[in-house]
């Protein structure tokens, strides 16, 4: 298939996103939630640069790219990782993955309404294969749904803001290198949540770097190869492929937190967790397009098989 390096670097990118959720639920543990996410954040920006630079692919936006770059920022950068860092001081892991978990519904509808791209029955089956898988995994926790919060409202935001962020990084792909917008979204989002974080935490920087050693190892890996990294290759994806298909693979993120959780915070994987796996593998197989590619490309060989028979 012509996107299967697409769909690898994908699937790798969901496994580096979902073990940043309990990372991320370790730092906001640590640090003031707004500070810690403003540094990060920036960190991320200036690594994709420094990579950018190595590759000699910088280079000064146009003003409508500016447009892009901005709004691209506030939703993708200071919306999604403001209400998150917000939602999970705030929230259980069980809701707020399922709630996460909506993102590609969410970006499938932004899509059709905002792009006018309606997906097949076969990727809309998808979502719904992915959707119940994220929520046979979530619902599996001992409180379920139990405990709705302000939290679960701010990570919904958090969602909805990503998703939205897609649309804008596919318009915007179409003139400018989507590494080159993630870098530049990075750092201006950066800024902007710094300056939040001194409205918000005025003494967030107090104490924060007698964190111990590993915390700081923790806050770079969750910079550099989730946010740095994830997102250049995400964002890459999101011009090859499309913001509703790439959006699928964000199903793959909820069983990898899972997984990191499991790692990181001790907790438990069950088989409802692995059935949950089934149904969400099964949903990106089929949301993503990869089916219908491999059924096309075989009934296009077919076709050529019997033209050449027909010749014989």
Known sequence: MKNVRTYLLLTGVMVAWGINVPIIKILVGYFPPITITSLRIFTAGVTVFIILGIMKKIRKPTMGEWKFIILGSLFSVVGHHFFLSLGLTGTTATNGALILGTGPLLTAILSSVLLRNRPTWIQVLGFLFGSAGVSFIVLSGEKGLSGLSVGDLYVFFSILSQAF?????????????PRLL?????????????????????????????????IWVAFISSAILSTALGHMFYNSAIKKIGPAEASIFINLSTFFSLVGSAILLGEII??????????????????????????KRRKNRDIEQTQTKLKA
């Open 270 to 295: 069950t088989s409802t967790h692995l059935l949950g796996l089934l149904f969400i593998v099964s949903g990106v197989i089929l949301g993503s397009g990869a089916l219908e590619e491999l059924l």
């Open 182 to 214: 993630t870098g530049y979204m990075l750092v201006f989002g950066g800024i902007i949540l710094f300056f939040i974080s001194l409205w918000k935490e005025p003494n967030g920087f107090e104490g924060i770097f007698q964190a111990p050693f590993l």
């Open 165 to 177: 962020s897609f649309i804008l990084i596919s318009k915007a792909a179409k003139t400018l290198d």
